[in-house]
Protein backbone atom coordinates (compact mmCIF):
# COMPACT_ATOMS: atom_id res chain seq x y z
CA UNK A 1 0.00 0.00 0.00
CA UNK A 2 1.45 3.23 -1.40
CA UNK A 3 1.74 6.19 1.19
CA UNK A 4 0.56 9.59 -0.24
CA UNK A 5 3.82 12.44 0.75
CA UNK A 6 2.89 15.04 2.49
CA UNK A 7 5.72 17.60 1.43
CA UNK A 8 3.78 19.27 -1.34
CA UNK A 9 5.82 20.88 -4.29
CA UNK A 10 9.37 20.62 -3.86
CA UNK A 11 10.05 24.73 -4.20
CA UNK A 12 9.34 25.14 -0.78
CA UNK A 13 11.70 23.91 1.43
CA UNK A 14 11.05 22.00 4.64
CA UNK A 15 11.07 23.58 7.81
CA UNK A 16 13.58 22.59 10.49
CA UNK A 17 12.62 21.15 13.62
CA UNK A 18 14.58 21.14 17.12
CA UNK A 19 16.56 18.02 17.83
CA UNK A 20 14.43 17.25 20.64
CA UNK A 21 10.87 17.81 19.37
CA UNK A 22 11.91 15.86 16.07
CA UNK A 23 9.69 12.79 15.40
CA UNK A 24 11.13 9.33 14.52
CA UNK A 25 12.24 8.65 11.43
CA UNK A 26 9.54 7.05 9.25
CA UNK A 27 9.64 3.45 7.54
CA UNK A 28 10.40 3.57 4.22
CA UNK A 29 7.12 2.39 1.81
CA UNK A 30 8.50 -0.62 0.73
CA UNK A 31 8.18 -1.65 4.42
CA UNK A 32 4.53 -1.85 4.52
CA UNK A 33 4.57 -3.77 1.39
CA UNK A 34 6.51 -6.65 2.85
CA UNK A 35 5.08 -6.93 6.25
CA UNK A 36 1.34 -8.28 5.42
CA UNK A 37 -1.47 -7.33 8.44
CA UNK A 38 -2.34 -11.03 10.19
CA UNK A 39 -4.38 -12.13 12.91
CA UNK A 40 -2.74 -14.76 15.65
CA UNK A 41 -3.49 -17.84 15.19
CA UNK A 42 -5.07 -20.16 18.25
CA UNK A 43 -5.14 -23.34 18.46
CA UNK A 44 -8.14 -24.74 20.75
CA UNK A 45 -8.36 -27.93 22.01
CA UNK A 46 -11.54 -30.62 21.96
CA UNK A 47 -12.29 -29.09 25.65
CA UNK A 48 -11.77 -26.52 28.29
CA UNK A 49 -9.85 -27.75 31.60
CA UNK A 50 -10.23 -24.42 34.04
CA UNK A 51 -7.50 -23.11 36.06
CA UNK A 52 -8.31 -23.75 40.01
CA UNK A 53 -5.54 -21.62 41.43
CA UNK A 54 -7.70 -19.53 42.91
CA UNK A 55 -9.76 -22.45 44.76
CA UNK A 56 -7.11 -25.10 45.52
CA UNK A 57 -8.21 -26.04 48.63
CA UNK A 58 -11.52 -27.96 48.78
CA UNK A 59 -13.04 -28.63 51.85
CA UNK A 60 -16.10 -30.27 51.98
CA UNK A 61 -16.26 -31.14 55.45
CA UNK A 62 -19.54 -30.21 57.06
CA UNK A 63 -17.84 -30.77 60.50
CA UNK A 64 -15.36 -27.62 59.10
CA UNK A 65 -17.82 -25.37 58.11
CA UNK A 66 -16.64 -23.32 61.87
CA UNK A 67 -12.86 -23.36 60.98
CA UNK A 68 -13.69 -22.17 57.03
CA UNK A 69 -15.72 -19.86 58.16
CA UNK A 70 -12.88 -17.87 60.29
CA UNK A 71 -11.08 -17.33 57.30
CA UNK A 72 -14.02 -15.47 55.49
CA UNK A 73 -14.70 -11.81 56.44
CA UNK A 74 -17.57 -11.40 59.56
CA UNK A 75 -20.62 -11.40 58.52
CA UNK A 76 -23.74 -9.64 59.92
CA UNK A 77 -25.29 -10.35 62.96
CA UNK A 78 -28.25 -11.33 61.35
CA UNK A 79 -26.82 -14.00 59.17
CA UNK A 80 -24.68 -15.20 61.76
CA UNK A 81 -27.38 -16.45 63.98
CA UNK A 82 -29.09 -17.82 60.60
CA UNK A 83 -26.07 -19.94 59.77
CA UNK A 84 -25.84 -21.36 63.93
CA UNK A 85 -29.13 -22.13 63.29
CA UNK A 86 -28.30 -23.86 60.05
CA UNK A 87 -25.32 -25.97 61.89
CA UNK A 88 -27.62 -26.52 64.79
CA UNK A 89 -29.89 -28.42 62.41
CA UNK A 90 -27.44 -30.14 60.28
CA UNK A 91 -25.97 -31.55 63.69
CA UNK A 92 -29.11 -32.68 64.71
CA UNK A 93 -30.34 -34.40 61.28
CA UNK A 94 -27.06 -35.41 60.06
CA UNK A 95 -25.01 -36.57 63.14
CA UNK A 96 -27.06 -36.48 66.37
CA UNK A 97 -25.31 -34.30 68.44
CA UNK A 98 -27.59 -31.05 69.05
CA UNK A 99 -26.39 -28.19 71.16
CA UNK A 100 -28.60 -27.05 73.78
CA UNK A 101 -29.13 -23.72 71.57
CA UNK A 102 -28.50 -22.39 68.09
CA UNK A 103 -24.89 -20.52 68.30
CA UNK A 104 -23.27 -19.08 66.11
CA UNK A 105 -19.18 -19.88 65.12
CA UNK A 106 -17.89 -16.75 66.13
CA UNK A 107 -20.33 -16.92 69.38
CA UNK A 108 -19.37 -20.45 70.32
CA UNK A 109 -15.56 -19.83 69.78
CA UNK A 110 -15.51 -17.40 72.42
CA UNK A 111 -17.47 -19.48 74.75
CA UNK A 112 -15.17 -22.23 74.57
CA UNK A 113 -17.37 -24.36 72.77
CA UNK A 114 -15.76 -25.40 69.23
CA UNK A 115 -15.15 -27.81 68.62
CA UNK A 116 -18.36 -30.02 70.00
CA UNK A 117 -19.28 -33.69 69.92
CA UNK A 118 -22.29 -33.91 72.44
CA UNK A 119 -23.01 -37.25 70.78
CA UNK A 120 -20.53 -40.18 72.08
CA UNK A 121 -20.86 -42.27 68.76
CA UNK A 122 -20.40 -38.47 66.72
CA UNK A 123 -16.97 -38.14 64.51
CA UNK A 124 -14.85 -35.96 65.58
CA UNK A 125 -13.51 -32.71 63.61
CA UNK A 126 -10.70 -33.71 63.15
CA UNK A 127 -10.06 -33.57 58.53
CA UNK A 128 -8.12 -36.85 58.35
CA UNK A 129 -11.60 -38.65 59.88
CA UNK A 130 -14.22 -39.28 57.01
CA UNK A 131 -17.36 -37.70 57.53
CA UNK A 132 -19.49 -40.42 56.79
CA UNK A 133 -18.42 -43.75 58.20
CA UNK A 134 -20.12 -46.66 60.28
CA UNK A 135 -20.29 -46.69 64.38
CA UNK A 136 -20.43 -49.35 66.81
CA UNK A 137 -24.57 -49.54 67.96
CA UNK A 138 -26.00 -49.34 71.29
CA UNK A 139 -28.83 -50.01 73.15
CA UNK A 140 -31.25 -48.88 71.19
CA UNK A 141 -29.77 -49.77 67.86
CA UNK A 142 -28.02 -52.78 68.37
CA UNK A 143 -27.06 -53.48 64.67
CA UNK A 144 -24.86 -49.69 63.62
CA UNK A 145 -25.51 -46.28 62.92
CA UNK A 146 -28.28 -43.31 64.85
CA UNK A 147 -31.48 -44.20 65.67
CA UNK A 148 -34.10 -43.74 62.05
CA UNK A 149 -36.60 -41.30 61.99
CA UNK A 150 -40.37 -43.07 62.86
CA UNK A 151 -42.38 -43.43 60.15
CA UNK A 152 -44.92 -41.69 61.74
CA UNK A 153 -43.10 -38.41 63.01
CA UNK A 154 -44.88 -35.31 62.29
CA UNK A 155 -42.56 -33.23 59.84
CA UNK A 156 -39.29 -34.05 58.15
CA UNK A 157 -37.43 -32.06 61.05
CA UNK A 158 -36.29 -34.55 63.36
CA UNK A 159 -38.37 -37.08 65.96
CA UNK A 160 -39.29 -35.75 69.35
CA UNK A 161 -36.15 -34.11 70.41
CA UNK A 162 -35.89 -30.74 72.18
CA UNK A 163 -34.21 -29.55 69.06
CA UNK A 164 -36.17 -30.19 66.70
CA UNK A 165 -39.42 -29.62 68.48
CA UNK A 166 -37.96 -25.98 68.78
CA UNK A 167 -37.24 -25.69 64.80
CA UNK A 168 -40.83 -26.96 63.98
CA UNK A 169 -42.71 -25.36 66.48
CA UNK A 170 -41.58 -21.97 67.46
CA UNK A 171 -42.64 -20.09 70.43
CA UNK A 172 -46.24 -18.56 70.39
CA UNK A 173 -45.69 -14.29 70.64
CA UNK A 174 -48.27 -13.28 73.25
CA UNK A 175 -51.73 -11.52 71.89
CA UNK A 176 -51.37 -8.16 73.40
CA UNK A 177 -54.53 -7.15 75.06
CA UNK A 178 -55.77 -3.52 75.88
CA UNK A 179 -55.41 -3.04 79.63
CA UNK A 180 -58.32 -0.01 79.78
CA UNK A 181 -61.97 -0.83 78.99
CA UNK A 182 -63.15 1.07 75.64
CA UNK A 183 -66.67 1.62 77.53
CA UNK A 184 -67.93 2.16 80.64
CA UNK A 185 -71.43 3.08 81.65
CA UNK A 186 -72.75 3.70 85.00
CA UNK A 187 -75.27 1.49 86.83
CA UNK A 188 -77.26 3.38 89.53
CA UNK A 189 -77.80 0.52 92.30
CA UNK A 190 -76.03 -2.55 90.89
CA UNK A 191 -76.29 -4.19 94.14
CA UNK A 192 -72.74 -5.57 95.66
CA UNK A 193 -74.39 -9.16 96.33
CA UNK A 194 -71.65 -12.27 96.04
CA UNK A 195 -75.09 -14.50 95.53
CA UNK A 196 -77.11 -12.42 92.77
CA UNK A 197 -76.49 -12.78 88.95
CA UNK A 198 -78.07 -9.70 87.36
CA UNK A 199 -76.13 -9.11 84.31
CA UNK A 200 -76.13 -11.25 81.11
CA UNK A 201 -75.66 -10.92 77.01
CA UNK A 202 -78.01 -12.06 74.79
CA UNK A 203 -77.38 -13.29 70.95
CA UNK A 204 -79.24 -10.59 69.67
CA UNK A 205 -76.83 -8.39 70.90
CA UNK A 206 -78.99 -6.83 73.88
CA UNK A 207 -77.80 -6.40 77.12
CA UNK A 208 -79.72 -6.61 80.48
CA UNK A 209 -79.12 -5.48 83.88
CA UNK A 210 -80.89 -5.89 87.18
CA UNK A 211 -81.00 -2.60 88.81
CA UNK A 212 -83.03 -3.12 92.18
CA UNK A 213 -86.24 -3.35 91.18
CA UNK A 214 -85.89 -2.63 87.46
CA UNK A 215 -84.29 -4.38 84.52
CA UNK A 216 -82.91 -2.56 81.75
CA UNK A 217 -82.17 -3.44 78.28
CA UNK A 218 -79.41 -1.92 76.67
CA UNK A 219 -78.66 -2.23 72.70
CA UNK A 220 -75.22 -2.56 71.60
CA UNK A 221 -75.58 -2.08 68.25
CA UNK A 222 -77.72 1.48 68.45
CA UNK A 223 -76.51 2.30 72.92
CA UNK A 224 -80.44 2.60 73.23
CA UNK A 225 -81.58 1.93 76.96
CA UNK A 226 -84.95 0.32 77.30
CA UNK A 227 -86.81 -0.09 80.78
CA UNK A 228 -88.28 -3.14 80.61
CA UNK A 229 -90.09 -4.06 83.78
CA UNK A 230 -89.91 -2.04 87.40
CA UNK A 231 -91.37 -4.23 90.50
CA UNK A 232 -91.73 -1.01 92.43
CA UNK A 233 -92.13 -2.29 95.93
CA UNK A 234 -93.33 -5.18 94.76
CA UNK A 235 -90.11 -7.28 94.92
CA UNK A 236 -86.03 -6.73 94.16
CA UNK A 237 -84.40 -8.37 91.01
CA UNK A 238 -81.89 -11.17 91.63
CA UNK A 239 -81.45 -12.97 89.08
CA UNK A 240 -81.46 -12.13 85.07
CA UNK A 241 -80.83 -14.85 81.87
CA UNK A 242 -81.30 -14.75 78.15
CA UNK A 243 -82.70 -18.05 76.85
CA UNK A 244 -80.11 -19.18 74.34
CA UNK A 245 -81.65 -17.73 71.00
CA UNK A 246 -82.09 -14.18 72.65
CA UNK A 247 -85.98 -13.32 72.27
CA UNK A 248 -86.98 -14.12 76.22
CA UNK A 249 -85.86 -12.79 78.98
CA UNK A 250 -86.09 -15.00 82.53
CA UNK A 251 -86.44 -12.51 85.73
CA UNK A 252 -86.12 -13.89 89.28
CA UNK A 253 -87.21 -12.32 92.01
CA UNK A 254 -86.61 -12.03 95.92
CA UNK A 255 -90.03 -13.23 96.47
CA UNK A 256 -89.34 -16.42 94.53
CA UNK A 257 -91.27 -15.66 91.38
CA UNK A 258 -89.25 -16.63 87.66
CA UNK A 259 -91.35 -14.26 84.96
CA UNK A 260 -90.28 -14.80 80.95
CA UNK A 261 -90.77 -11.47 79.01
CA UNK A 262 -90.92 -10.84 75.59
CA UNK A 263 -88.16 -8.72 74.83
CA UNK A 264 -89.03 -8.17 71.70
CA UNK A 265 -92.96 -6.80 72.51
CA UNK A 266 -91.29 -5.79 76.23
CA UNK A 267 -94.64 -8.13 77.53
CA UNK A 268 -94.95 -10.41 80.69
CA UNK A 269 -95.31 -14.01 79.30
CA UNK A 270 -95.60 -15.78 82.58
CA UNK A 271 -94.86 -15.71 85.41
CA UNK A 272 -93.82 -19.21 87.24
CA UNK A 273 -93.85 -20.04 90.70
CA UNK A 274 -92.39 -22.73 92.86
CA UNK A 275 -89.03 -21.18 94.99
CA UNK A 276 -90.49 -20.43 98.21
CA UNK A 277 -87.29 -17.63 98.74
CA UNK A 278 -84.92 -15.36 96.15
CA UNK A 279 -84.19 -17.19 92.87
CA UNK A 280 -80.15 -16.18 92.49
CA UNK A 281 -79.29 -17.61 89.48
CA UNK A 282 -80.78 -19.21 86.32
CA UNK A 283 -79.37 -21.05 83.22
CA UNK A 284 -81.61 -21.97 79.71
CA UNK A 285 -81.62 -25.19 78.07
CA UNK A 286 -83.74 -24.80 74.83
CA UNK A 287 -87.29 -24.97 76.36
CA UNK A 288 -86.01 -25.81 80.07
CA UNK A 289 -85.20 -23.72 82.51
CA UNK A 290 -82.99 -24.57 85.29
CA UNK A 291 -83.81 -21.88 88.65
CA UNK A 292 -81.59 -21.63 91.80
CA UNK A 293 -82.91 -20.59 94.90
CA UNK A 294 -82.00 -19.74 98.66
CA UNK A 295 -84.49 -22.76 99.60
CA UNK A 296 -81.77 -24.92 98.95
CA UNK A 297 -83.89 -26.61 95.85
CA UNK A 298 -83.01 -26.31 92.09
CA UNK A 299 -86.03 -26.66 89.68
CA UNK A 300 -86.89 -27.70 86.16
CA UNK A 301 -89.19 -25.83 84.15
CA UNK A 302 -90.33 -26.93 80.53
CA UNK A 303 -92.05 -23.10 79.26
CA UNK A 304 -94.08 -25.13 77.46
CA UNK A 305 -96.29 -26.94 79.82
CA UNK A 306 -99.21 -25.30 82.09
CA UNK A 307 -97.37 -26.95 85.16
CA UNK A 308 -94.57 -24.02 86.77
CA UNK A 309 -91.84 -26.96 87.44
CA UNK A 310 -91.74 -30.68 86.12
CA UNK A 311 -88.50 -31.71 88.10
CA UNK A 312 -87.32 -30.67 91.51
CA UNK A 313 -83.64 -31.47 92.66
CA UNK A 314 -82.34 -31.43 96.21
CA UNK A 315 -78.95 -32.36 97.54
CA UNK A 316 -77.77 -28.77 98.42
CA UNK A 317 -77.39 -28.00 101.80
CA UNK A 318 -77.47 -24.29 101.35
CA UNK A 319 -78.23 -21.19 98.91
CA UNK A 320 -77.78 -22.48 95.40
CA UNK A 321 -75.92 -19.85 93.80
CA UNK A 322 -74.07 -21.09 90.55
CA UNK A 323 -75.95 -22.95 87.96
CA UNK A 324 -74.66 -23.80 83.99
CA UNK A 325 -75.58 -26.21 81.67
CA UNK A 326 -72.58 -28.38 79.25
CA UNK A 327 -72.58 -27.04 75.91
CA UNK A 328 -74.17 -30.82 74.92
CA UNK A 329 -77.20 -29.69 76.57
CA UNK A 330 -77.15 -32.80 78.78
CA UNK A 331 -75.36 -32.73 81.99
CA UNK A 332 -75.99 -29.55 84.83
CA UNK A 333 -73.60 -28.30 86.75
CA UNK A 334 -74.45 -26.25 90.31
CA UNK A 335 -72.90 -24.64 92.67
CA UNK A 336 -73.77 -24.13 96.46
CA UNK A 337 -72.97 -21.94 99.55
CA UNK A 338 -72.30 -25.19 101.00
CA UNK A 339 -68.94 -24.91 98.87
CA UNK A 340 -70.14 -28.12 97.11
CA UNK A 341 -70.25 -28.43 93.54
CA UNK A 342 -72.57 -31.16 92.02
CA UNK A 343 -73.50 -31.90 88.56
CA UNK A 344 -76.57 -33.79 87.17
CA UNK A 345 -78.32 -35.03 84.39
CA UNK A 346 -81.71 -35.25 82.80
CA UNK A 347 -82.53 -39.17 84.58
CA UNK A 348 -81.73 -38.91 87.75
CA UNK A 349 -83.17 -36.45 90.88
CA UNK A 350 -79.63 -37.35 92.91
CA UNK A 351 -76.28 -35.58 91.38
CA UNK A 352 -73.89 -37.99 89.87
CA UNK A 353 -71.41 -37.09 90.58
CA UNK A 354 -69.72 -34.67 94.30
CA UNK A 355 -66.79 -32.17 94.22
CA UNK A 356 -65.99 -31.12 97.80
CA UNK A 357 -62.50 -29.93 97.40
CA UNK A 358 -63.50 -26.12 98.01
CA UNK A 359 -63.50 -24.17 100.92
CA UNK A 360 -66.14 -21.59 100.41
CA UNK A 361 -69.09 -21.23 98.15
CA UNK A 362 -69.38 -22.01 94.78
CA UNK A 363 -70.86 -19.21 92.06
CA UNK A 364 -67.91 -19.44 88.97
CA UNK A 365 -69.03 -22.10 87.33
CA UNK A 366 -68.22 -22.37 83.39
CA UNK A 367 -68.08 -25.69 80.92
CA UNK A 368 -65.38 -25.49 78.29
CA UNK A 369 -66.85 -25.51 74.62
CA UNK A 370 -63.22 -26.65 73.26
CA UNK A 371 -63.38 -30.36 75.15
CA UNK A 372 -66.14 -32.48 76.12
CA UNK A 373 -66.49 -32.90 79.67
CA UNK A 374 -64.17 -30.43 80.88
CA UNK A 375 -65.82 -28.24 84.01
CA UNK A 376 -64.04 -25.05 85.91
CA UNK A 377 -64.97 -23.55 89.03
CA UNK A 378 -64.23 -20.99 91.53
CA UNK A 379 -64.36 -20.56 95.13
CA UNK A 380 -65.01 -17.84 97.14
CA UNK A 381 -62.64 -15.63 100.00
CA UNK A 382 -61.84 -18.57 102.34
CA UNK A 383 -60.72 -20.57 98.78
CA UNK A 384 -59.70 -18.33 96.21
CA UNK A 385 -58.61 -21.68 93.68
CA UNK A 386 -59.80 -22.65 90.54
CA UNK A 387 -60.53 -26.31 89.70
CA UNK A 388 -60.49 -28.33 86.64
CA UNK A 389 -62.40 -31.18 86.86
CA UNK A 390 -62.94 -34.21 84.19
CA UNK A 391 -67.18 -35.22 84.39
CA UNK A 392 -66.50 -38.13 82.38
CA UNK A 393 -64.09 -39.68 84.87
CA UNK A 394 -65.16 -37.07 87.85
CA UNK A 395 -61.14 -37.11 88.20
CA UNK A 396 -60.03 -33.45 89.76
CA UNK A 397 -57.47 -32.29 86.91
CA UNK A 398 -55.69 -28.88 88.45
CA UNK A 399 -56.10 -26.34 90.84
CA UNK A 400 -54.47 -22.63 90.75
CA UNK A 401 -54.46 -20.36 93.69
CA UNK A 402 -55.49 -17.07 92.48
CA UNK A 403 -55.24 -14.94 95.78
CA UNK A 404 -58.32 -13.22 95.89
CA UNK A 405 -62.16 -14.87 95.75
CA UNK A 406 -63.16 -16.00 92.25
CA UNK A 407 -66.79 -14.81 91.27
CA UNK A 408 -67.39 -14.98 87.78
CA UNK A 409 -65.68 -17.93 85.02
CA UNK A 410 -66.24 -17.71 81.16
CA UNK A 411 -64.59 -19.54 78.44
CA UNK A 412 -63.83 -18.20 74.89
CA UNK A 413 -65.92 -20.04 72.19
CA UNK A 414 -62.92 -18.82 69.68
CA UNK A 415 -59.47 -20.14 71.71
CA UNK A 416 -58.50 -22.41 74.50
CA UNK A 417 -58.84 -19.38 77.16
CA UNK A 418 -60.75 -18.00 79.39
CA UNK A 419 -61.43 -15.22 81.60
CA UNK A 420 -62.37 -14.93 85.75
CA UNK A 421 -63.29 -11.98 87.75
CA UNK A 422 -62.49 -11.26 90.87
CA UNK A 423 -63.46 -9.82 94.66
CA UNK A 424 -61.53 -9.48 97.79
CA UNK A 425 -59.30 -8.40 98.09
CA UNK A 426 -57.80 -7.46 94.51
CA UNK A 427 -60.88 -6.39 92.17
CA UNK A 428 -59.05 -7.42 88.91
CA UNK A 429 -59.83 -9.65 85.58
CA UNK A 430 -57.59 -12.70 84.45
CA UNK A 431 -57.27 -13.86 80.62
CA UNK A 432 -55.99 -17.02 81.29
CA UNK A 433 -54.39 -19.45 78.56
CA UNK A 434 -55.31 -23.20 79.31
CA UNK A 435 -53.80 -25.39 79.79
CA UNK A 436 -50.86 -23.67 80.96
CA UNK A 437 -52.82 -21.37 83.14
CA UNK A 438 -50.36 -18.47 82.06
CA UNK A 439 -52.20 -14.67 82.68
CA UNK A 440 -52.25 -13.11 79.72
CA UNK A 441 -53.84 -9.92 80.98
CA UNK A 442 -54.75 -8.32 84.27
CA UNK A 443 -56.95 -5.90 84.07
CA UNK A 444 -57.99 -3.42 86.68
CA UNK A 445 -60.19 -0.37 86.93
CA UNK A 446 -62.83 -1.79 89.18
CA UNK A 447 -62.95 -0.18 92.72
CA UNK A 448 -65.16 -3.13 94.21
CA UNK A 449 -65.63 -6.83 94.04
CA UNK A 450 -66.19 -7.49 90.12
CA UNK A 451 -69.22 -9.26 90.94
CA UNK A 452 -70.92 -9.79 87.43
CA UNK A 453 -69.61 -11.30 84.35
CA UNK A 454 -70.91 -11.46 80.59
CA UNK A 455 -69.51 -12.53 76.87
CA UNK A 456 -70.72 -10.59 73.48
CA UNK A 457 -72.69 -13.00 70.97
CA UNK A 458 -69.38 -12.97 68.96
CA UNK A 459 -66.76 -13.95 71.68
CA UNK A 460 -64.44 -10.74 71.59
CA UNK A 461 -66.03 -8.87 74.32
CA UNK A 462 -66.69 -9.04 77.91
CA UNK A 463 -68.54 -6.77 80.33
CA UNK A 464 -68.35 -6.75 84.14
CA UNK A 465 -70.27 -5.43 86.59
CA UNK A 466 -69.05 -4.20 90.48
CA UNK A 467 -70.33 -2.82 93.52
CA UNK A 468 -68.37 0.36 92.02
CA UNK A 469 -71.85 0.66 90.02
CA UNK A 470 -70.30 0.91 86.75
CA UNK A 471 -70.29 -1.66 83.78
CA UNK A 472 -66.59 -2.19 81.58
CA UNK A 473 -66.19 -3.75 78.05
CA UNK A 474 -63.23 -5.21 77.76
CA UNK A 475 -61.42 -6.77 74.05
CA UNK A 476 -59.71 -9.37 75.73
CA UNK A 477 -60.72 -12.44 73.55
CA UNK A 478 -59.52 -12.85 69.51
CA UNK A 479 -62.63 -12.82 66.95
CA UNK A 480 -63.48 -16.03 65.19
CA UNK A 481 -60.67 -17.55 62.59
CA UNK A 482 -62.88 -16.78 59.58
CA UNK A 483 -63.27 -13.08 60.70
CA UNK A 484 -60.99 -10.36 61.63
CA UNK A 485 -59.86 -9.45 64.95
CA UNK A 486 -60.86 -6.53 65.88
CA UNK A 487 -64.18 -5.38 68.46
CA UNK A 488 -67.59 -5.04 67.73
CA UNK A 489 -68.53 -2.46 65.31
CA UNK A 490 -71.39 -1.59 67.22
CA UNK A 491 -69.93 -1.05 70.70
CA UNK A 492 -69.76 2.74 69.99
CA UNK A 493 -66.73 5.07 71.00
CA UNK A 494 -64.84 4.88 74.15
CA UNK A 495 -67.09 7.25 76.27
CA UNK A 496 -69.03 7.32 79.49
CA UNK A 497 -72.35 7.03 79.46
CA UNK A 498 -75.48 6.03 81.79
CA UNK A 499 -77.53 2.83 81.58
CA UNK A 500 -80.98 4.58 82.75
Known sequence: MDVPSTSGSGDLPEPQQHQAFSSPPRPPPSAYRQTPLRSPQITYSDRFIPSRAASSRLDFSILDREAAASETPKRTAEKEESNGAYNMLLRSELLGCPPAVPISPEKGAGMGMLPSTSHPGSPSKSPSRKLFRYIAGDADTPTAGL????????????????????LASPSRMLRKIPRAPFKVLDAPALADDYYLNLVDWSAQNT???????CVYLWSACTSKVTRLVDFGEGGAVCSVSWSQRGSYLSIGTDKGEVQIWDATKCKRVRTLPGHKQRVGCMAWNHHTLATGS???SILLRDVRCQEPFVQKLGGHRSEVCGLRWSPDDRELASGGNDNQLFVWNQQSAQPVLRFSEHQAAVKAIAWSPHQHGLLVSGGGTADRCIRFWNTTTGAPLQCVDTGSQVCNLSWSKNVNELVSTHGYSQNQVIVWRYPTMQKLATLTGHTM????????????TIVTGAGDETLRFWNVFPGPKTQGTGGDSGMGSMMRTLIR
Do not use: E, N
Not at 147 to 165: E, F
Not at 449 to 460: E, I, K, M, N, T
Open 147 to 166: PTQSPYARGPIGGDDSVASS
Open 207 to 213: LAVGLGT
Open 294 to 296: RDR
Open 449 to 460: RVLYLAVSPDGQ
